[in-house]
Structure formats: structure tokens, C-alpha cells
């Protein structure tokens, strides 16, 4: 099967510092990651896709220079939450997907920004 | 913008009994839908996958449908136990992968 891992699985942080939380395809290469929260009892909301090689799209609402998206190569796409603050703390998850089959989801990481 | 709706929020049912989740969504032109399960803290394991061509995908004790002209689709778990006590998401989605998710199901099951 498809294996998507995300490190770290929990980050608690200052505020004001940075985060970087990784998500790598294990076993094929995913043209597209994608990256959603996920706050206390709401749906999981996609923030962003990204395309290997190239910018990611944000969804309205995402700020693109708070949450930096890196889609360097076919087995690694990183999110990095700028100067976090407490309302950035939430559950990121991502998933990837190779071309013309379903995503598949790593584990996701708990933020705590205190 | 698809909407992505489940019901009901939160069910309760003792062991053994076979339960109906729904899941209905706005815009019917959608690729393909799923079912997920979460454990609380946890990610999400796919249960089921629904491709827009097709009706119904069954793995075990779990049978999912698939009406997409009416915009909605079941999840049929047979005779639940207290392992299957999780969150279960449904999903859409549309040709780019991107999901659009429901807030989820809380099932309990009780011994």
C-alpha cells in the first residue's frame, strides 16, 4: 500500500517561534501533498496544494507567509507555521497523492503554541 | 462551494447492532467520495473509496453507497463492537484530490 509518514507526530512551541513539520511519501512518488487543520470539533479544512517543483495554492482565508509550503522534491513536502501563535495550535494533517489514484494521509501533528 | 454534511453528529449503540451513518453533500459533480475513520488524536485510515462511477464498496463489515444524482452516500456498519468506536469522516472530492470533508460522526459503541 500507499504510505504517507508526517514527523513530528506532537510540537509544543513558543510563541513567536517557528515550526516545520515534514510529510514524505514512503513508497511512490506523490505529484501532489496536500495540507488541512483541523480544529476541535470542525471538519478537517484543506489550507493548501502544493505541486512538486512548484508555489502552492492557498485557500482563501490561508495566509501563504504564516504557513510556508516547500514542495522540493517527489517524496517530501514540509509546512512551516511562521511566528505561531496560540490560535495557530490545532492538528495538521497532510496527504499525498500520485497521479490519477486517491490521497493517502500520514499520521497528522498536534500543534501546541503556548 | 461543496458542503459536506453528516448525521447524525454523535450515536451511541450497544454491541452487536447494525448502524446506518449519512453523509450528504452539495454539488453532485464530484470524482470520487470516502470514508474515514479517526481515533481521537490520531490520523485517518481510509475505510472505503467510492469512485463517481460507481454505487456501493463493501470491505468486511463495512458497505458504503454512493447516490451521486441525490448528493448523498451510507455507510452500513454490520453487528458494530466497541473497537469500531471512532470519528468517521466522509470526503469528496473533485478531479485534483483535494478533499472536502464533513465534521464527522462520533460513534460509541458499548459492550
Known amino acids: 500500500g500507499a504510505v504517507v509518514s508526517q514527523h513530528p507526530s506532537r510540537v509544543i512551541c513558543k510563541s513567536g517561534t517557528s515550526v516545520k513539520i515534514e510529510c514524505r511519501s514512503l513508497?511512490?512518488?506523490?505529484?501532489?501533498m496536500f495540507w488541512y487543520r483541523q480544529f476541535p470539533k470542525q471538519s478537517l479544512m484543506l489550507m493548501a496544494t502544493?505541486?512538486?517543483?512548484?508555489?502552492?495554492?492557498?485557500e482563501q482565508g490561508v495566509e501563504k507567509d504564516k504557513f510556508l509550503i516547500n514542495h522540493a522534491s517527489l517524496t517530501l513536502s514540509t509546512l512551516t507555521v511562521t511566528s505561531a501563535h496560540p490560535e495557530d495550535s490545532s492538528f495538521y494533517i497532510c496527504?499525498?497523492?500520485?497521479?490519477?489514484?486517491?490521497?493517502?494521509f500520514g499520521q497528522g501533528t498536534r500543534l501546541t503554541v503556548v | 462551494k461543496q458542503e459536506v454534511t453528516q448525521i447524525p453528529a454523535a450515536l451511541s449503540v450497544p454491541e452487536g447492532e447494525n448502524l446506518v451513518l449519512n453523509c450528504s453533500f452539495t454539488?453532485?459533480?464530484?470524482?470520487?467520495l470516502q470514508w474515514f475513520r479517526q481515533d481521537p488524536g490520531k490520523g485517518l485510515t481510509s475505510l472505503l473509496l467510492?469512485?463517481?462511477?460507481?454505487r456501493e464498496q463493501t470491505s468486511g463489515r463495512l458497505n458504503a453507497s454512493l447516490d451521486k444524482s441525490s448528493g448523498r452516500s451510507t455507510l452500513y456498519i454490520a453487528a458494530s463492537q466497541p473497537g469500531d468506536s471512532a470519528t468517521y469522516l466522509c470526503?469528496?472530492?473533485?478531479?485534483?484530490?483535494?478533499?472536502?470533508f464533513g465534521k464527522g460522526t462520533s460513534l460509541l459503541v458499548t459492550p
Open positions: 502544493s505541486n512538486e517543483g512548484s508555489k502552492a495554492t492557498y
Open positions: 454539488d453532485s459533480a464530484i470524482y470520487n
Open positions: 467510492i469512485q463517481s462511477s460507481q
Open positions: 496527504s499525498a497523492s500520485r497521479r490519477a489514484t486517491e490521497a493517502f
Open positions: 470526503a469528496v472530492s473533485d478531479s485534483g484530490y483535494a478533499l472536502n
Open positions: 513508497d511512490f512518488q506523490a505529484t501532489t
